[in-house]
């Protein structure tokens, strides 16, 4: 208790009180007894894993994701099915019906569902709950109660990277400021500002991830994609001519493996001359992009998406690359793959819930 009252700049007797309304409220639970350092010993407390649960949803052009986690904020279950988007009643009333199955029969579960995190490849204006607009999903200006009009939990709309970025953060509690840069169909990203916690002027925790990220006036931060790394280059699907998104994009891999990514990369462990070429030339673009990137913002890069989940055996490349174009520090380490590759933004639509709950005690 003396710790938890120091670390929080509160009085003892504060503290108990908390702590008792919490217990009441099954919130948390005694965890056992720390070793007597010499007087009484202290009592551990842990959360209590079942005190809510919360579910994130993945909406993408073809697949529909759910995942549901606790207060541990790990995926407790995971389910992907095939099931291409359209913005009609009857799809959105398959997902209601899809998630009551996912959440299968047990009534205690879904009494304690705190919310609905619902991932969608989008730009969202959190505030209005609408997306503004979807290349993925050719959405433009819709209003987000559609999406969870047969969804009987509270539910809110969030940017697919933004959600997957705030997966990478509770992965790592330790993570500083990042960026996350997403790899998939488009190229996206989120910016993530966190002090360093060993830093005397850090202030605050470092559990709100959600207020750590960088959203920008229109919601447009982190839009890596349309940053142009060849004026007069390949014509994006925005109508710019030389975007990163027409150079990194998982797409400009699949697209010689007949839509195949996963194939991309099996053929080019198997040292496929013509696909080691593509390699070559999407290493040197994204080391640009990376370097842009971090001269920006000067903090970590993580890479994510689809490219980003299968990226890891070739990183050492990337880095050789990013190194000598680093002026400050000659390294390239700063950069690296994302640790969470399956269900990443479903898990952070999830999380948003969770850290919710736990802002609301
Ligand atoms: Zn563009």
Same mark, same amino acid.
């Given at each position: 208790?003396?710790?938890?009252?120091?670390?929080?700049?509160?009085?003892?007797?504060?503290?108990?009180?908390?702590?008792?309304?919490?217990?009441?409220?099954?919130?948390?639970?005694?965890?056992?007894?720390?070793?007597?350092?010499?007087?009484?010993?202290?009592?551990?407390?842990?959360?209590?894993?079942?005190?809510?649960?919360?579910?994130?949803?993945?909406?993408?052009?073809?697949?529909?994701?759910?995942?549901?986690?606790?207060?541990?904020?790990?995926?407790?279950?995971?389910?992907?099915?095939?099931?291409?988007?359209?913005?009609?009643?009857?799809?959105?009333?398959?997902?209601?019906?899809?998630?009551?199955?996912?959440?299968?029969?047990?009534?205690?579960?879904?009494?304690?569902?705190?919310? &609905?995190?619902?991932?969608?490849?989008?730009?969202?204006?959190?505030?209005?709950?609408?997306?503004?607009?979807?290349?993925?999903?050719?959405?433009?200006?819709?209003?987000?109660?559609?999406?969870?009009?047969? *969804?009987?939990?509270?539910?809110?709309?969030?940017?697919?990277?933004?959600?997957?970025?705030?997966?990478?953060?509770?992965?790592? +509690?330790?993570?500083?400021?990042m960026i996350y840069l997403s790899l998939s169909n488009t190229v996206?990203?989120? &910016?993530?500002?966190?002090?360093?916690?060993?830093?005397?002027?850090?202030?605050?925790?470092?559990?709100?991830?959600?207020?750590?990220?960088?959203?920008?006036?229109?919601?447009?931060?982190?839009?890596?994609?349309?940053? &142009?790394?060849?004026?007069?280059?390949?014509?994006?699907?925005?109508?710019?001519?030389?975007?990163? /998104?027409?150079?990194?994009?998982?797409?400009?891999?699949?697209?010689?493996?007949?839509?195949?990514?996963?194939?991309?990369? /099996?053929?080019?462990?198997?040292?496929?001359?013509?696909?080691?070429?593509?390699?070559?030339?999407?290493?040197?673009?994204?080391? *640009?992009?990376?370097?842009?990137?971090?001269?920006?913002?000067?903090?970590?890069?993580?890479?994510?998406?689809?490219?980003?989940?299968?990226?890891?055996?070739?990183?050492?490349?990337?880095?050789?690359?990013?190194?000598?174009?680093?002026?400050?520090?000659?390294?390239?380490?700063?950069?690296?793959?994302?640790?969470?590759?399956?269900?990443? +933004?479903?898990?952070?639509?999830?999380?948003?819930?969770?850290?919710?709950?736990?802002?609301?005690?």
């Amino acid at each position: 208790m003396p710790d938890i009252a120091a670390a929080l700049d509160m009085s003892g007797p504060t503290v108990l009180q908390i702590v008792k309304e919490l217990r009441e409220a099954r919130v948390v639970c005694e965890a056992g007894e720390f070793e007597s350092t010499g007087g009484r010993k202290a009592r551990a407390l842990a959360a209590v894993r079942d005190a809510r649960y919360a579910v994130g949803i993945e909406i993408t052009r073809h697949h529909i994701g759910m995942v549901l986690t606790d207060m541990t904020e790990t995926v407790l279950k995971y389910e992907r099915t095939r099931k291409p988007f359209v913005c009609e009643d009857e799809y959105f009333k398959q997902l209601g019906e899809a998630l009551d199955e996912f959440l299968g029969d047990d009534g205690t579960v879904k009494e304690k569902i705190a919310g &609905v995190g619902i991932s969608v490849p989008s730009i969202v204006d959190g505030a209005a709950n609408r997306i503004t607009y979807s290349r993925a999903l050719n959405l433009y200006d819709i209003d987000g109660d559609v999406f969870s009009r047969y *969804i009987p939990y509270p539910c809110v709309l969030l940017n697919d990277a933004n959600a997957a970025a705030v997966t990478e953060c509770i992965a790592d +509690s330790q993570l500083e400021s990042m960026i996350y840069l997403s790899l998939s169909n488009t190229v996206g990203g989120a &910016v993530v500002f966190r002090q360093d916690p060993a830093r005397e002027d850090a202030s605050g925790p470092l559990n709100s991830v959600f207020e750590n990220m960088y959203i920008g006036k229109h919601w447009h931060s982190g839009e890596f994609g349309h940053m &142009v790394i060849h004026p007069g280059g390949k014509t994006c699907y925005c109508g710019k001519k030389g975007c990163v /998104d027409a150079y990194c994009s998982a797409l400009c891999l699949a697209e010689h493996t007949d839509g195949y990514l996963e194939r991309f990369f /099996d053929r080019l462990e198997d040292e496929d001359a013509e696909l080691m070429e593509v390699w070559e030339t999407y290493l040197d673009d994204l080391a *640009i992009t990376v370097d842009n990137l971090r001269m920006c913002f000067d903090c970590d890069i993580v890479l994510g998406g689809y490219v980003g989940s299968c990226i890891g055996p070739y990183m050492k490349e990337l880095q050789k690359r990013v190194e000598e174009k680093n002026i400050f520090e000659g390294n390239g380490e700063y950069v690296r793959a994302c640790k969470y590759q399956k269900a990443a +933004s479903a898990l952070g639509a999830a999380v948003y819930y969770i850290e919710n709950f736990i802002n609301s005690i």
